[in-house]
């Protein structure tokens, strides 16, 4: 295949942030007490009730499972993945220390995720080069039943003056992934395949929450 193949091209991006995930695995969740808001934001907006099923796409070191597991209760279903090994070491952890039957997560890359049951919704928590990825949203939203809620929180790009520390953003985000740029619109592959699409920036314009989901009617 051809290195501008696009297959090729997110074999080498998964590649890298794998590689990257792997020295930052074991204190990430350390570092994430500044977005735990954005968090919890994140998936109140998927609004889930018992019963529901919901996907954490690139669920990490299993930080939003608790949480989603809490909203779908008993009834429900939480599915996450993710394809760095160190990170989901500590996600495993997690579901066996809750004793939770309805938690499960897979180690594979977000185009090679096959569940046994379609979803009614998706968190993407900082997902970027999930979200940079036409093959890898395909796979996921095709997995998903009409009606689906999709609820992202991300980086971006800051703009007006402090766009002058837009430099530090990118390096901020290369940290992490693989496909650090395309920082402007990080939303703009997805939010054409969503209705009800909103927006509102985070972390004074650094981040941002947005929210929408997939046409159709959901069951129920």
Known sequence: MSAN?????????????IER?????AGYDATCGPTW????RAIAALALRAGDCVLDVGCGTGL????????????????????????????????AAGGWSNVTV??????????????DA?????????????AALGALLAQARPGARVSIAGIKYFTGPLALANWWVYL??????????ELRTPWDWIAPRLVDWQ?????????YLASGRLPGEAAG
């Open 106 to 119: 897979y180690e594979c890359a977000a185009q090679e995720l096959r569940l046994p049951t379609p979803f």
């Open 122 to 134: 998706l968190l993407f928590h900082y997902t970027h080069d999930i979200l940079r990825s036409p």
């Open 37 to 40: 808001p954005i968090r919890e």
């Open 64 to 95: 939003s499972l608790p949480l989603l597991r809490a909203a779908v209760d008993n009834a429900g279903q939480v599915y996450g993945f993710d394809q760095s090994p160190e990170m989901l070491v500590q996600a495993r952890a997690r579901v």
């Open 172 to 181: 901020k985000n290369r940290g992490y992934n693989g496909a650090p740029g």
């Open 199 to 207: 927006w509102a920036p985070t972390q004074y314009g650094m981040g």
């Open 5 to 17: 193949d696009p297959a090729t091209a997110d074999a080498e991006i998964r590649a890298r942030s």
């Open 21 to 25: 995930y792997r020295s930052r695995a």
